[in-house]
């Protein structure tokens, strides 16, 4: 009975990583540049859709469509107004990036946002009873989400011009510049698809719970930890360090203590950074470490 | 068809490229022979735009100030300040020293992204299909990971990728560089099945034996300065060449 729930919940744990941590990933996979608003433009998405479907009372999908275009314009925006200009800079692409992500945050605190009356609704409601672990419709669809983004990153990737030529950019600059792609175009369309990743993260995982601003700095460790974990650019190692963070989690929160899962986050950065500084599965940073 | 005029390139205050006069006409072969450093990247990326796109990157992060001066005119037109995109999109098309693939995809999806600006598909697979001819090593290499290959498949696969670009002009830069003398033949032999394409070639070597029976005319530059330029006769008959670019 334990261990059942354990699994389950550790699987829909583990999507609920895999969710938040694919925008943020695929940015610094493709552009090289670490998007520190990424929490930012996460909780925007959520008032957003908050705005959109209870003030101004529009249909569902229309609503999920308006915000995910909303954020892949504040990507791309945030590439070309503010982090074109320190491309290159490792330290001041965090800071720009960083700052931008706390003012969005602390912009939403002060303009009041910290009630309890900021929810998003469930695509569905109701539960699923499976053998004596209940499930909710939500938690299943957001699994389903998950491997499906999984499977869209794989196809956008290797099946479609562009996503080729986004792939080719980030594997090596100047060959790419050579047969005439441009690199500010490819590194404004992977802040754009960041961004509206996030935002279709933001729309499943948000209506779980109320909105609430921390969640914007949580999302941003949550990737993070995930990202260093797995081994930049490398979405198997993405995949398998939300799997492993995602029941660590659940299984100290059920055998410790729940507060403890916070924790978890933190000990993995610390001990993939002191082991194996280039994550479980990042190779080829591994060989330029060797050399 | 390409014109540089006065060509000079700082880094800093570093003189890379020194009042350099170049041209190069339509279904010609031109070499560019100098010893390492002596300016060759530096003026072939130039010419394909790189050195631009870098000054500009350098100047919005106020890091290294790079100054380009004097005239870049190609069939008549002036390419001095379009972006590398740009000028692949005019039909200059650069491939890179030292084999530089996309190390993590498939040889295939290599050359069908040197074909990115190209929007007919068709027109695509048809360049993949001669690019396949010309090297017919590749063939059997379509799904391998261009990083797994050998360093002179990799040289196939960038030449070849410059190909699917559909160049007017090809920028070579060191095509030979640390190939082995099997792998240096077929780079030969497919450069004059490139000038049967009627692609002009500007190409780049610092040892100039096995490339100079196979070119028109050639330039000679040393610290970034022109030293001499002939055709093929000229040059072959000039003894300080054969001392010091033919290892004789």
């Not at chain 1, 995910?68 to 945030?78: N, P, Q």
């Not at chain 2, 002596?38 to 870098?54: P, S």
């Not at chain 2, 002939?230 to 000039?238: A, I, K, P, S």
Request: charged content about 15%; some cysteine.
């Amino acid at each position: 009975m334990l261990l059942e729930s354990m699994l389950v919940f550790g699987l829909v744990n583990s999507a609920i990583l895999m969710l938040m941590s694919f925008g943020f990933s695929l940015t610094f996979g493709l552009s090289g540049v670490a998007n520190f608003a990424h929490g930012g433009i996460y909780l925007l998405a959520g008032y957003l859709a908050f705005f959109l479907l209870r003030t101004l009372g529009l249909p569902y999908l229309l609503a999920v469509i308006i915000t995910v275009i909303v954020t892949a314009l504040l990507g791309a925006a945030i590439y070309r107004l503010v982090v074109i200009r320190v491309r290159g800079i490792a330290l001041n692409e965090v800071i720009a990036t960083f700052a931008i992500g706390i003012s969005i945050l602390e912009l939403f605190r002060w303009l009041g946002f910290i009630t309890y009356e900021f929810s998003l609704p469930c695509i569905v409601d109701g539960r699923l009873t499976l053998f004596q672990t209940t499930l909710d419709y939500q938690r299943i669809l957001i699994i389903v989400v998950a491997f499906l983004m999984a499977v869209f990153l794989w196809a956008l990737t290797h099946k479609t011009r562009i996503g080729l030529a986004l792939l080719g950019m980030a594997q090596n600059e100047y060959t790419a510049l050579s047969v005439g792609i441009d690199s500010d175009w490819a590194a404004t369309y992977s802040f754009a698809l960041g961004g509206a990743f996030a935002a279709i993260a933001a729309l499943m995982i948000l209506p779980l719970g109320i909105i609430n601003i921390n969640i914007g700095y949580e999302v941003l460790l949550i990737a993070l930890a995930v990202t260093v974990l797995g081994g930049l650019e490398s979405t198997k190692g993405l995949i398998l360090g939300c799997i492993i963070l995602g029941y660590a989690q659940v299984i100290t929160s059920t055998l410790i203590a729940p507060h403890w899962k916070e924790a978890v986050y933190l000990a993995a950065i610390l001990i993939v950074l002191a082991v194996k500084p280039s994550g479980l599965l990042g190779k080829f940073k591994e060989l330029e470490e060797r050399v | 068809m390409l014109d540089i005029k006065s060509l000079m390139v700082f880094y800093e205050n570093a003189l890379a490229v020194n009042n350099l006069n170049l041209d190069v006409r339509k279904g010609e072969i031109v070499g560019v022979f100098g010893s390492n450093s002596a300016g060759k990247t530096t003026l072939i990326n130039t010419i394909a735009g790189l050195t631009l796109h870098l000054k500009w990157r350098e100047q919005r992060k106020g890091g290294q100030r790079i100054t380009i001066v004097g005239a870049q005119l190609f069939e008549d037109e002036d390419i001095g300040k379009l972006s590398p995109s740009e000028r692949v999109k005019k039909g200059i098309v650069l491939c890179r020293e030292r084999h530089p693939v996309f190390r993590d995809l498939a040889v295939e999806e290599n050359l069908r992204l040197g074909g990115f600006l190209i929007k007919n598909q068709a027109k695509v697979k048809k360049s993949i299909d001669l690019v396949y001819s010309i090297f017919p090593p590749l063939t059997k290499l379509k799904t391998r990971k261009a990083g797994l290959c050998s360093g002179g498949e990799q040289e196939m696969i960038a030449i070849g990728m410059a190909l699917v670009a559909r160049p007017k002009l090809l920028l070579l830069d060191e095509p030979l560089l640390g190939l082995s003398p099997a792998m240096q033949a077929i780079v030969v032999q497919a450069l004059k099945d490139i000038r049967k394409l009627e692609v002009t070639v500007l190409l780049t070597e610092q040892y100039a034996r096995p490339i100079m029976p196979h070119i028109d005319r050639g330039f000679i530059i040393e610290n970034g300065t022109l030293i001499m330029s002939g055709t093929q006769e000229e040059l072959m008959d000039n003894p300080e060449v054969i001392s010091a670019y033919f290892g004789m």
